[in-house]
């Protein structure tokens, strides 16, 4: 028995932040899974990371070069192979969780950000063309991405709602959520079949927040803003699935929208390496982890209950934040609008790397 399946005895399951071509084709991921691994997300870093090495995927992009594929084809055909293998390989904990967990998680195009019907058109493109019962397809949660993810579960696609930093995004988010499985319940779709999650970013909180801190002499509350801001988040969702609203969802077989904690690395050296995973442990949650956090975890992580130890002291935490100057909804504000730029940048750069490669490779 792992830490990874004692932390599902609490409730939690741990995701892993990473694909690769490398991952899938060595073994590595089902020695993962044998650990207890349950799911698997992406993003347009990851794939830019992933892709850009030379080496696993030469050969299949030289072959989409000889069949004149342009560099949007060429992405989306090499994602698509991953992002299915990576599903087939988790298909068994998909089925031993009755669709629970098992999930691997696929991201729009982050250039669609701030289009609602573009994110519709390309989730229902990248859903049929993946065709795996245990994708999930990620959207932002901007305003604009709001009524998609509605439209999205009212369709019957499991969506995995990314970029959240705020409370006041959980609420519209969840709403969303709720009235998405009300409109598919209504079609006569089966909700009991509906999965999906709400990715809480945590680590970025502290990374905007300490050096503002730093600028104030404000020393106590360095690295806290980012556990207590989660945690909030979390007691805010404990509420929202308690109204008689969802209670008519959950007698028909609905499972709640899981809080999962991204951006859990640490980023400063001087905070415990699993800071981000031992303070957000509780149930009905997911943390999804990129490699070396899970390696520190499965090393000397803490197991225990713990994002809903000390509310009070959450709460505390922001108002001191409060009365430094430091307003959270503007720190919040910030942190999705360059989310949604870094994710964009990263993108562009992948297209640019995979167009050099092209070119290169052009029959002469």
Not at 81 to 105: E, F, T
Not at 136 to 165: Q, S
Request: glycine share 6%.
């Amino acid at each position: 028995m792992s830490k990874l399946d004692d932390l599902a005895k609490l409730g939690q399951s741990i995701w892993l932040d990473f694909i690769s071509r490398d991952l899938l084709n060595s073994g590595q991921l089902d020695d993962l899974v044998s650990q207890g691994l349950r799911g698997m997300t992406s993003n347009p870093s990851i794939f830019n990371q992933a892709i850009s090495k030379a080496g696993a995927y030469d050969d299949d992009i030289k072959a989409l070069v000889a069949k004149g594929k342009s560099v949007q084809q060429i992405y989306e055909a090499l994602a698509f192979h991953d992002i299915q293998n990576a599903c087939d390989a988790l298909r068994p904990v998909y089925q031993r969780s009755d669709r629970l967990d098992g999930y691997v998680s696929l991201e729009v195009s982050p250039t669609l950000a701030h289009d609602t019907q573009g994110t519709i058109n390309q989730v229902r493109s990248y859903f049929n063309a993946v065709d795996r019962p245990n994708l999930m397809i990620k959207i932002p949660a901007t305003r604009e991405g709001i009524p998609a993810i509605e439209a999205m579960l009212g369709e019957g696609i499991n969506v995995n709602v990314t970029l959240m930093f705020s409370v006041s995004q959980l609420d519209d988010v969840s709403q969303a959520f709720i009235s998405g499985l009300e409109h598919l319940k209504a079609r006569g779709g089966d909700v009991s079949r509906m999965a999906s999650v709400a990715s809480f970013f945590v680590s970025r909180m502290d990374s905007m927040i300490d050096p503002m801190l730093d600028t104030r002499g404000v020393d106590e509350l360095r690295g806290q803003l980012g556990l207590a801001n989660a945690q909030l988040a979390y007691h805010r969702f404990t509420e929202i699935y308690q109204s008689e609203r969802w209670d008519a969802l959950s007698r028909v077989g609905a499972r709640v929208q899981r809080v999962l904690w991204a951006s859990t690395s640490t980023k400063d050296p001087a905070y415990p390496d699993t800071m981000y995973v031992d303070g957000l442990i509780g149930p009905d949650t997911v943390n999804t982890v990129p490699p070396e956090t899970l390696e520190a975890f499965l090393d000397h992580g803490t197991v225990a209950r713990t994002v809903d130890r000390d509310v009070d002291a959450a709460r505390a935490a922001v108002e001191k934040l409060s009365s430094v100057g430091i307003e959270l909804d503007e720190v919040t504000d910030q942190l999705l609008v360059e989310g949604v730029q870094k994710f964009a940048s990263s993108f562009d750069n992948l297209l640019q790397s995979l167009e050099t490669r092209r070119a290169a490779l052009q029959p002469s």
